[in-house]
């Protein structure tokens, strides 16, 4: 998917998807970096409005973005953007959706499926040998068109920007329901220099930046998709601290949507453990309480004294209705 048209999703196609698998190329895209927006506006003041130097000062910047982007990249290297960013769509459709979402590791165990991942373009025969193997009437691919760390320079904070393609297809005939591009950024909150400097103490820093804007982005996918994003919050890695019940709902989702596929749990379970799930992460308590057993009432032992038929606690016993 390397042309990448808009098509607006039409809500009523939703009626006609029952299973979805979301799929990205098995090439691994590379990170760009550009923080040197402010160094270079200040060199260009100062070498004035002469071409060679100026040409000669480009020259310079283009390298040490280039040398920047390899730095980057290098510690970067165990991530895959698309996978990363397509596991953070799955489990938010989970959530938020009605589809049965395949699990984004049940794609890669696939050999067939993956073969054809690396196929472009892919033909309707090659989406419906996708569709017989994952199961599926409908397939999602998402391909990173780039993404990375972006200094809009005049001394402003530096920003994770991510831009991806989206593409729906039906399989039973290649019929394209939904395409789009979506881009979007995310500001870090400290200057450039102290950003850079930390990143090299610390690569983790890098990727909470970046899951952030993988975030914003697969937010707009569902938004795109008509699909109601009001309880998403509750995926989010800090929402269960100080609740008395901490529950990492995104791992616990993929756990039980997993059991889904694997035919371990029927749909109607499926749905109704999801329910649970989701009411407990939330702190309320339909839908999972047990059930409070009642003690059985004891019936009242009859004993017989002189003088006329009395109860165990001395007093006369009820009339008998006959």
């Not at 780039?146 to 831009?163: C, T, V």
């Not at 890098?206 to 914003?216: Q, S, Y």
């Not at 509750?234 to 989702?253: A, H, N, R, V």
């Amino acid at each position: 998917m390397t042309d990448t048209y808009q098509k607006p999703y039409r809500k009523e196609n939703s009626q006609y998807i029952h299973d979805l698998a979301i799929l990205h190329p098995a090439v691994l895209p590379e990170m760009t970096v550009n923080v040197r927006a402010d160094e270079q506006f200040l060199s260009t003041l100062l070498t004035g409005p002469a071409i060679i130097p100026q040409i000669m000062l480009r020259l310079a910047f283009l390298t040490e973005n280039q040398e920047d982007s390899m730095i980057f990249n290098e510690m970067f290297f165990d991530v895959n953007i698309g996978e990363v960013f397509c596991e953070n769509l799955n489990t938010k459709l989970q959530l938020c959706s009605r589809f049965g979402i395949v699990p984004q590791e049940g794609i890669t165990k696939n050999k067939v499926v993956w073969k054809l991942l690396e196929k472009e373009p892919k033909g309707l025969g090659d989406y419906r040998t996708i569709g017989i193997e994952l199961g599926v009437d409908t397939v999602l691919e998402i391909e990173v068109l780039s993404y990375g760390i972006k200094d809009p320079g005049i001394f402003s904070d530096p920003h994770a920007i991510l831009n991806i393609g989206a593409k729906m297809i039906r399989v039973a005939d290649g019929m394209v329901l939904w395409e789009d591009v979506i881009y979007a950024k995310s500001r870090i909150e400290m200057d450039t220099i102290d950003f850079v400097d930390t990143v090299y103490a610390d690569v983790t820093i890098l990727k909470k930046e970046i899951e952030k804007v993988i975030d914003i982005v697969s937010e707009e996918c569902l938004v795109r998709l008509g699909i109601d994003t009001h309880n998403t919050y509750i995926l989010g890695k800090g929402y269960s601290e100080g609740k008395k019940e901490k529950i990492d709902l995104p791992k616990k989702l993929n756990q039980l949507n997993n059991m889904r596929y694997d035919s371990l749990i029927t749909n109607r379970d499926y749905k109704e453990k999801k329910r649970e799930l989701v009411d407990r992460a939330m702190g309320r308590k339909t839908g999972y309480k047990k059930k409070r057993k009642v003690p059985p009432v004891k019936e009242q032992k009859r004993v017989i004294i002189k003088g006329g038929e009395k109860t165990k606690s001395g007093l006369p016993p009820l009339p008998r209705r006959d």
